[in-house]
């Protein structure tokens, strides 16, 4: 694929705080021949629908557990309500969006995950449609990819998180840059009392911050999503915080931004 190819994710932290000069941005990088794939997220909108609905939301090691009833809300709040507010403001901002799940057209193949016993109906991704999202750039189209998965017999459904499916498509698409877009400035970390953003970190600090509790939660899928695009065709993970001003223009002009996931000299 393209070199200038890039995957956003768009966390669910943050998407109601992305200002609308976010997508300008956006399609002002795609007016100058950047190819943006957008992967988003949506956690806390289907935490709050499923309390709506007096479904309590359960967490294992950072993964929804997903029975059959909490499959159906994520689908319906993730490839519903906020694929289409993407889609929607990419198309405010004046370029077009296609919005589709990893189950059309078989995006997002995905199979269930070890510890299914646990968590229920979460998937790990098995391949990417890649020729779908280039058929989709050709066009002039940004595509909007929510993050829900299709079992090999096309039939089940699965719920993957948000940063491994954008890492998977990332990697798979083969995209020169992952952008994680989020609702903190990078990857902090406490040096001498005083929480900072490390400009980089390598996989050895982010095993080691794992292991010591300094990286914890919603951080690690990315972190775990970010080590393995890096170990493929992809050049840099860069964790940003979505309101700076003009932050993708920012990180594809190299700026000092965020914190930087690299492949190691
Ligand atoms: N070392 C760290 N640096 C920054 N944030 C961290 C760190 N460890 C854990 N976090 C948490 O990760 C959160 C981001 O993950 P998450 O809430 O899942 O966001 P998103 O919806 O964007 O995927 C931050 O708000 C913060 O609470
Ligand atoms: C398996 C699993 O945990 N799936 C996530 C999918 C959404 C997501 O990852 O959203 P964020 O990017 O906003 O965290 C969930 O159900 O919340």
Partial sequence: MSYHCFVIKCG???LAALPSSFFDDMRKLQQEGAIPVIVHGGGPAIS???EQLGIESVFVNGLRKTSEEVLDVVEMVLAGRINKEIVRKIQESGA?????????GQLIQAKPVDNTEEVGWVGDVTAVNAELIQGIVSMGYIPVIAPIGIGEDGSQRFNINADTAAGAVASRVGVERMIVVTDVPGVM???DGEKKVLPSVTVQEIDQMIESGEIYGGMIP???AAVQCIQGQVREVVIVDGTVPEVLSKVIQGEAIGTRIVKEA
Avoid: E, I, M
Wanted: hydrophobic letters at 35%; a positive charge; glycine letters at 14%.
């Fill in 12 to 14: 669910g932290s943050t």
């Fill in 48 to 50: 709050s629908t499923l």
């Fill in 96 to 104: 077009k969006a296609l919005g589709l799940s990893g189950v059309d």
């Fill in 189 to 191: 970390k406490t040096v």
């Fill in 222 to 224: 990315k972190v775990r």
